[in-house]
């Protein structure tokens, strides 16, 4: 069992930034990936970015050069640094972890999610 909770979601003016957090109850090197998604109102949940293996990173296209994911072992964190927010991030986002389960099956855990909005 992973527990994840995300924090940092709130409300930002465009072009503004949120520092989002995923702590985990597991630790993280034993997790396969980790990564954020977000699902806004009337769309399909869709990744935004991922770290697979520690340091195979992966973006959505809309938020490459604007968001940032990494990792801290340590504090058994993960964290998405967005900048140069846009009206169109605004969604629900929930941190994700699959672990791998050799010879059974795969798991995936997810957050509650955090709210972000972006407005004027």
């Known amino acids: 069992q992973v527990q994840l909770v995300e924090s940092g979601g709130g409300l930002v003016q465009p072009g503004g930034s949120l520092r989002l957090s995923c702590a985990s109850s597991r630790s993280i090197f034993t997790i396969y990936a980790m990564g954020w998604y977000r699902q806004a109102p009337g769309k399909q949940r869709e990744l935004v970015a991922n770290i697979i293996g520690g340091d195979n990173i992966n973006y959505a296209d809309s938020v490459k050069g604007r968001f940032t994911i990494s990792r801290d072992n340590a504090k058994n964190t993960v964290t998405l640094q967005m900048n140069g927010l846009k009206p169109e991030d605004t969604a629900v986002y929930y941190c994700?972890?699959?672990?791998?389960?050799?010879?059974?099956?795969?798991?995936?855990?997810w957050g509650q999610g955090t709210q972000v909005i972006v407005a004027s």
């Open positions: 994700n972890a699959l672990i791998l389960r050799v010879g059974v099956d795969n798991q995936e855990y």
